[in-house]
């Protein structure tokens, strides 16, 4: 048995998981060296251009169908506009 940090006794092994280390604190055991996930590969779109004439036909081209919900941040620029449109 190990002692954590809050004083408890923590086993050193945990049967179907393996061994354990107990927590020391948050500035006890920092990670060593650099960790970086794998590149972003661009995609690109044929079509440059996503607008629609207008709300109608981006809610038609969404395919939104009864029982669906339209949700927007309406905080955006002139999303009280938008707000009022819908």
Same mark, same amino acid.
């Given at each position: 048995?190990?002692?954590?940090?809050?004083?408890?006794?923590? #086993?050193?092994?945990? !049967?179907?998981?393996?061994?354990?280390? !107990?927590?020391?604190? &948050? $500035?006890?055991?920092? !990670?060593?060296?650099?960790?970086?996930?794998?590149?972003?590969?661009? $995609?690109?779109? +044929?079509? $440059?251009?996503? $607008?629609? #004439?207008?709300?109608? *036909? *981006?809610?038609? *081209?969404?395919?939104?169908?009864?029982?669906? +919900?339209?949700?927007?941040? &309406?905080?955006?620029?002139?999303?009280?506009?938008?707000?009022?449109?819908?």
């Amino acid at each position: 048995m190990a002692v954590n940090a809050a004083g408890r006794n923590i #086993p050193n092994n945990i !049967p179907g998981y393996g061994d354990v280390l !107990p927590f020391r604190g &948050h $500035t006890k055991r920092l !990670p060593k060296g650099n960790r970086f996930g794998k590149k972003n590969r661009a $995609t690109f779109n +044929t079509r $440059t251009d996503k $607008t629609l #004439p207008n709300l109608k *036909a *981006a809610i038609k *081209a969404s395919g939104l169908q009864s029982g669906m +919900t339209i949700s927007f941040h &309406h905080h955006l620029r002139n999303g009280d506009y938008v707000v009022n449109m819908v």
